[in-house]
């Protein structure tokens, strides 16, 4: 009997970035999704562009355990894993008083949103170099420094939906960034216009960006070629 391995606030996540294998076999693929979604887990799947990654699989569960099964099942299904990140939902120290229905939203997202297919992940870290230490800042000048990133953030309302998850000792970069948006466009506005904000200007570190479009499982497969 395995404990179950849940965080004391919010939900575990998974970005798995796979290949398609020479045997994948769809239907394996599909029941390992909908096993997740049986086991009441949130499933985002995306149709992904470029050599990164054909299929984007995006997991929110209570438990890691749940997370980890999802991963053996569509290894086992044919969908190689080739790049992946682990984090969790998270409520930022900056937003703590803001009221519970967002407070919820944050850490107990509802995905994916219905109006906005265009998925994009990267994960991004604040610099800790000599004079541009996000981490020895008082948390004043951080707190003024995400709200000037807050403002021009609400500026893609309806456009963007962000999903900020932190993976703080748990991947490689501090946080995992998510967002779902209208239009291809949308992501590039978005990201460009926050490269002004001293937040991301100064103090931001990015890792590899992926960008693609969600879809029902089933439709995903057949665009990447498992019919
Ligand atoms: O939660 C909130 O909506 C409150 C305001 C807010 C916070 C606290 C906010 C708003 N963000 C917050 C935190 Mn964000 N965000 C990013 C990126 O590419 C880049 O330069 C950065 C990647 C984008 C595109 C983006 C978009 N945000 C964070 C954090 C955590 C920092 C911490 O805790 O120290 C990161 C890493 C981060 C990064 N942000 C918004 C957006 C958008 C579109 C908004 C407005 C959201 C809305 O009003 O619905």
Redesign the pocket.
């Known amino acids: 009997m395995i404990n179950p391995s849940t965080p004391s606030v919010g939900l575990a996540v998974l970005h798995l970035f796979c290949k398609v294998a020479p045997l994948a076999e769809r239907s394996e693929i599909l029941a390992a999704l909908d096993r997740s979604t049986e086991r009441g887990d949130q499933v985002v799947v995306a149709s992904m562009l470029g050599h990164k990654a054909d299929v984007a699989v995006m997991a929110l569960s209570t438990d890691q355990w749940n997370l980890r099964s999802l991963q053996t099942d569509l290894a086992a299904a044919g969908l190689e894993v080739v790049d992946s990140y682990v984090s969790l939902t ?6 703590a008083g ?1 009221p519970e229905e ?1 407070r919820n939203a ?1 850490l107990y997202p509802q995905l994916p949103p219905d109006d906005k297919q265009v998925f994009c992940f ?1 994960p ?1 870290s ?1 610099k800790r170099e000599g004079d541009a230490n ?1 981490f020895t800042e008082e948390f004043d000048r ?1 707190k003024e420094l ?2 000037e ?2 403002a ?6 309806g456009r ?3 999903v ?1 998850t ?1 993976s703080t000792g748990l991947d490689d970069y ?2 995992g ?1 998510t ?1 779902f948006c209208v239009n291809p466009d949308d992501v590039k506005d ?2 460009y216009t ?2 002004f ?1 001293e ?2 200007a100064r103090y ?1 570190i ?1 890792g590899p960006f992926y960008v693609g479009m969600v879809a029902d499982p089933a439709e995903v497969l057949t665009t990447v070629g498992v019919s």
């Open positions: 998270e409520i930022s120290e900056y937003a803001v967002m944050r990267y991004m604040k996000w951080r995400m709200y990133h807050g021009s953030g609400r500026k893609f309302k963007v939906l962000q900020i932190g501090e946080w960034v967002l978005v990201v926050m490269r904000d937040a991301s931001g990015f």
